[in-house]
């Protein structure tokens, strides 16, 4: 299983900056594939922000393109969402989340499982 711990939110005045962490802490059979970031504003749906592959390879949601850069430390199984220019229409609640591969072994062989986590949260509220 995966536990993810989301820190760095806060308020901001827009055009500045914020910078948001991640850390997942896992099983020693488990590994962690592709991380992320989605955000949820109220009275709205949940939206992709960016998500980075363990190569490297990154997404961006249109509305973020340019102003937002994700990032990983593979070692330590963390991401980081670094928010530059920020808007009002950035304010919302920002969830981590991981993709993670469960390794198994049994009277059938080896086999796997893809899941995924969710961290519980962390605000971001963009001032005027």
């Known amino acids: 299983q995966v536990q993810l711990v989301e820190s760095g939110g806060g308020t901001v005045q827009a055009g500045g900056s914020l910078r948001l962490s991640c850390a997942a802490s896992?099983?020693?059979?488990?590994?962690?594939?592709?991380m992320g970031w989605y955000r949820q504003a109220p009275g709205r749906q949940r939206e992709l922000v960016a998500t980075?592959?363990?190569?490297?390879?990154?997404d961006y949601s249109s509305p973020v393109k340019g102003r937002f850069t994700i990032s990983r430390d593979s070692g330590a199984d963390t991401t980081f969402l670094q928010m530059n220019s920020v808007e009002p229409t950035d304010t919302g609640i920002y969830y981590c989340?991981?993709?993670?591969?469960?390794?198994?072994?049994?009277?059938?062989?080896?086999?796997?499982?893809?899941?995924?986590?969710w961290g519980q949260g962390t605000q971001v509220t963009v001032s005027p």
């Open positions: 896992r099983e020693g059979f488990t590994t962690i594939g592709t």
């Open positions: 980075i592959t363990t190569t490297g390879n990154i």
């Open positions: 989340n991981a993709r993670a591969r469960v390794r198994t072994r049994d009277y059938r062989g080896p086999s796997h499982r893809d899941q995924d986590y």
